[in-house]
T-cell receptor, first 116, second 114 residues
Framework: AQTVTQSQPEMSVQEAETVTLSCTYD???????LFWYKQPPSRQMILVIR??????QNATENRFSVNFQKAAKSFSLKISDSQLGDTAMYFC?????????????FGTGTRLQVTL | DTAVSQTPKYLVTQMGNDKSIKCEQN?????MYWYKQDSKKFLKIMFS???????INETVPNRFSPKSPDKAHLNLHINSLELGDSAVYFC?????????????FGPGTRLTVL
């Protein structure tokens, strides 16, 4: 079984500032992958960034980067130069790979509000 | 050229009715999923199909019956709808069942049971 915990239900950041969203996970699998998804008010689930657990280098995608601490089972998302369009729910997710079945387990989400 | 599409986007119905939600993906993926997002925004997997074969069934009541006529389609039929079934249902697909492949989500179907 795997669990994903997001301890910040809501966060707020001013435009152009940097914000970090926290995520911890627990899995008994050695092969797994971590994801951050964004859900704006439109309801669409959009992949923000992903990280393979076997890679030590932190993933980056433009203004989005992660701080992956494998030993601590921590996977935080940093958003630099925040924009109004970043306002959304952000979900951390873990996907293990075990033989023929794997599934995506989501955290409870962090609602991010970007203000002027 | 929508990658994963769902119909309808909104569904309002009475308790006890039977309803279906359709999902189609044009990405050529082998694996499709149904997720339920409750009123607190918690997303949980319900089913996973790979090449029309059921792979994951997450202790969902048997009132929910997924059907995959081909690997591009995964429909969800719900019998005897209950108030607690009100939620947003997301369909998703990925190239294969395992690995780091990203899951691509449909726009969601908001089901309201009155």
């Amino acid at each position: 079984a795997q669990t994903v915990t997001q301890s910040q239900p809501e966060m707020s950041v001013q435009e152009a500032e940097t914000v970090t969203l926290s995520c911890t996970y627990d899995t008994s699998e050695s092969n797994y992958y971590l994801f951050w998804y964004k859900q704006p008010p439109s309801r669409q689930m959009i992949l923000v960034i992903r990280q393979e657990a076997y890679k030590q280098q932190n993933a980056t995608e433009n203004r989005f980067s992660v701080n992956f601490q494998k030993a601590a089972k921590s996977f935080s998302l940093k958003i630099s130069d925040s924009q109004l369009g970043d306002t959304a729910m952000y979900f951390c997710a873990c996907r293990s790979y075990t033989g023929t079945a794997s599934k995506l387990t989501f955290g409870t989400g962090t609602r991010l509000q970007v203000t002027l | 050229d929508t990658a994963v599409s769902q119909t309808p986007k909104y569904l309002v119905t009475q308790m006890g009715n039977d309803k279906s939600i359709k999902c189609e993906q044009n990405l050529g993926h082998d694996t499709m999923y149904w997720y339920k997002q409750d009123s607190k925004k918690f997303l949980k997997i319900m089913f996973s199909y790979n090449n029309k074969e059921l792979i994951i069934n997450e202790t969902v009541p048997n009132r929910f019956s997924p059907k995959s006529p081909d690997k591009a389609h995964l429909n969800l039929h719900i019998n005897s709808l209950e108030l607690g079934d009100s939620a947003v249902y997301f369909c998703a697909s990925s190239p294969t069942l395992a690995g780091a492949h990203t899951q691509y989500f449909g726009p969601g179907t908001r089901l309201t049971v009155l």
